[in-house]
């Protein structure tokens, strides 16, 4: 059973005034992350940013389980330490996401969290998610078009299969690692960055599949 | 005169009355207003409560709530390291435990949850915070499930007696 760490009692969020100040954002490619969904099948799926209220609402039309973790408070992703080592890394994002044993995750929503890692963490971060990763797992993530790009200190919901909400957080903005989509595509590892579209603020969404295992032997080793 | 001076001494005693009833309240773990209980603000609770009928805290609870078939609400004050079961549960203060709802879950804006919820239905108000697992089946059919070895294993020092202090 899913576990959350009991001495964080969820922290940083928007406020009420924040949540007057949502918008709404149109992805063209957050609906082909159901693509592959089987019929009555509990849907699991992670998300890695706050507990939104239209993703909650969303989804309660589906036969669902949600994995909440906001990994942005995580004080080992806030605080950048240069001591330690990648399995350390590996082991602080697995208990974080305390997702139980023999889960397999449907669709990650994974917002913009790659921009507030360097290579190193997300390296890390995707061989925590690794073990619950299936062939037909599919991610949703927003980028920056290059590293000159900066992103919103925002935080994000699935209002539709085409809509996104983005709110304010009322935490102060981290360190931002904007990478470009070729940078990402060589720290993803098993995932792969299956479609991009840019969107109209100059940020760019990317629409996440697992890749087969010849993809994955020609990109570099760091 | 008569009747005037009988009419003060009258409302003098429904006074005094009505201040000892507040004061005997206050003392009291819980009051029942209208086919609801209230657990008050000063009221801590280690143990399990099992309730037939709707329940409302502003205390501090660790332990299980269930309420098969009722509601529990969670109020601004209240404060659980507890797992709930009923038949609606919302939550507007703090809870630390997992929630079964038979019928729905909701978490005001006021709310803040770290635990796992499993119910037909969950509704989480902007401004609520959230952290933990959401489990929904729109089609299940309301109904209450147990809580589970009565104890949510995330609190596992949580006293196993039955025991209120009202401080």
């Known amino acids: 059973m899913f576990r959350a760490k009991v001495e964080k009692v969820a922290g940083a969020t928007a406020t009420s005034q924040d949540y007057a100040l949502c918008t709404m954002l149109h992805s063209n490619l957050a609906a082909a992350t159901f693509d592959s969904l089987q019929p009555d099948k509990q849907l699991i799926v992670l998300d890695v940013g706050l507990a939104m209220a239209a993703t909650v609402d969303f989804f309660s039309q589906f036969k669902c389980k949600l994995l909440f973790v906001d990994l942005y408070a995580e004080d080992f992703v806030t605080d950048i330490s240069e001591d330690i080592s990648h399995q350390e890394l590996v082991s602080l994002f697995r208990q974080s996401l305390n997702i139980p044993d023999n889960c397999t995750i449907d669709i990650c929503l994974f917002w913009d969290f790659f921009n507030y890692l360097d290579g190193t963490l997300i390296k890390a971060f995707i061989e925590a998610l690794q073990p619950y990763v299936g062939e037909h797992t599919r991610g949703f993530g927003l980028g920056a078009l290059n590293s000159r790009c900066q992103l919103p200190n925002s935080c994000y919901g699935l209002m539709a299969k085409d809509t996104l909400t983005q709110c304010p957080r009322s935490d102060e903005q981290r360190p931002v690692f904007p990478h470009s989509q070729r940078d990402l595509k060589d720290y993803l590892d098993y995932f792969e960055i299956n479609k991009s579209r840019l969107m109209s603020d100059g940020r760019v969404e990317y629409l996440i599949t697992r890749c087969n295992d010849s993809v994955r032997v020609k990109k570099p080793i760091f | ?167």
């Open chain 2, 1 to 167: 005169m008569f009747n005037f001076k009988k009419d003060t001494d009258t409302g003098r005693s429904a006074l005094n009355k009505s201040s000892r009833s507040s004061s005997d309240v206050t003392k009291r773990a819980s009051v029942s207003i209208g086919g609801k209980t209230m657990i008050g603000s000063t009221v801590v609770i280690e143990g399990n409560i099992t309730s037939a009928e709707d329940l409302i805290i502003e205390g501090k609870v660790s332990g299980t709530i269930s309420a098969a078939g009722h509601e529990v609400t969670v109020g601004q004050a209240g404060q659980l390291n507890a797992n709930i079961s009923a038949k609606i549960v919302r939550i507007e203060g703090k809870v630390e435990g997992d929630i079964s709802g038979g019928e729905k879950v909701i978490i005001s804006k006021t709310g803040n949850v770290l635990g796992n919820i499993d119910a037909p239905r969950v509704t989480l108000e902007d401004g609520a915070k959230f952290k933990g697992s959401i489990a929904m089946d729109p089609d299940e059919k309301p109904a209450i499930k147990a809580v589970p070895n009565g104890k949510s294993d995330l609190f596992p020092g949580a006293a196993t007696s039955d025991k209120t202090n009202a401080s």
